[in-house]
């Protein structure tokens, strides 16, 4: 059955509008990222990557076909069909399923709450038993002042982090990204004088007694402390159980995310711009952390 007028039509106005999409694409691989094209697999896997934080993976794919389209109507090898680029996307794709857009951010009063109870909480206990609550004050202080994923908070190593006491404290950590290069970027985080991260790190590493290997692991009912990393899958739980005690209503809202979301809002509050903000977490590209300081127009009230 052949197709009538109409349908050919929409079909026309379908196909055009697909193809002014992609052209769209091209223009922003080619001027505003500098992309060259025709592309490598190791190119198309940066451009990729640096867009992760900010595109949805599904915009992400339409972006990759509008690439391949173009290699394949200039009659040049497509490099979006690499194995290196289909690690990367699988890559992206397993780092955006933590649903980043729908947890709570854990704002600075709540994290105040927190950080008022888990140090009732160490008044009130001795020996052994303070150490699960000295590993949440750290790990919650860290990864919200610093605005980690659960995946970099769980890669923390002792040997890896440098403390100038009562003025910083400085992680030096693999930035995987899916970017297969090995490295260590480093991120410094200024003490402060309350809700500080830098002596809720010291206190926890001295009353541990590490001196290598994973900064945050398990630790069983004795008070016994695990050699291995806690998982990163288990940071949400960990975290909804301590606002959960704390008293933060909806505490099954919150997710890892929720600490570098909760920071992102505390920054624009407190009149970072967007340059500013994505420097500090490491975002490459600054519309993610246009997205976090959009949340808060019209009015910022700056507070901590």
């Given amino acids: 059955m052949s197709d009538s007028p109409t349908d050919r039509n929409d079909k026309a106005a379908n196909q055009k509008d697909e193809q002014l999409s992609y052209d769209e694409v091209i223009q922003d691989y080619q001027f505003r990222w500098q992309g060259v094209l025709p592309g490598t697999p190791r190119e198309i896997a ?28 200039q009659q040049f090898p497509d490099p979006t069909g690499s194995a290196h680029v289909k690690s990367v996307l699988k890559c992206i794709e397993h780092l955006q399923s933590t649903v980043r857009g729908q947890a709570r951010p854990l704002r600075f009063e709540q994290l105040e709450t927190v950080d008022s109870w888990l140090n009732q909480q160490l008044a009130l206990e001795r020996g052994a038993r303070k150490l699960p609550h000295l590993r949440n ?136 711009d967007e340059r500013m903000l994505a420097e500090y977490v490491g975002w490459k590209d600054r519309q993610s952390a246009r997205r976090y300081l959009d949340m808060l127009a019209p009015g910022r009230s700056a507070r901590g």
Wanted: aromatic fraction near 10%.
């Fill in 137 to 272: 004050r750290a790990l919650v202080l860290i990864g919200f002042w610093r605005g980690f994923r659960s995946d970099e908070l769980t890669r923390l190593e002792v040997e890896k982090v440098t403390v100038d006491s009562g003025r910083s404290i400085t992680f030096y950590i693999p930035r995987v990204d899916c970017e297969l290069p090995d490295g260590h970027v480093a991120l410094r985080t200024a003490a402060r004088t309350r809700l500080c991260p830098v002596a809720a790190y010291e206190a926890w590493i001295a009353a541990s007694g590490l001196t290598g290997g994973p900064v945050f692991r398990s630790i069983d009912r004795w008070g016994k402390i695990k050699d291995s990393a806690l998982a990163s899958g288990s940071i949400t739980p960990l975290l909804r159980g301590i606002l959960r005690s704390s008293g933060i209503p909806d505490a099954d809202e919150y997710s890892s995310h929720s600490l570098r979301h909760g920071f992102a809002i505390w920054a624009g509050s407190n009149a970072w």
């Fill in 46 to 73: 940066r451009y990729l990557r640096e867009h992760a934080a900010a595109l949805s993976l599904a915009t992400l794919n339409i972006r990759l076909a509008a690439i391949s389209h173009w290699h394949q109507k």
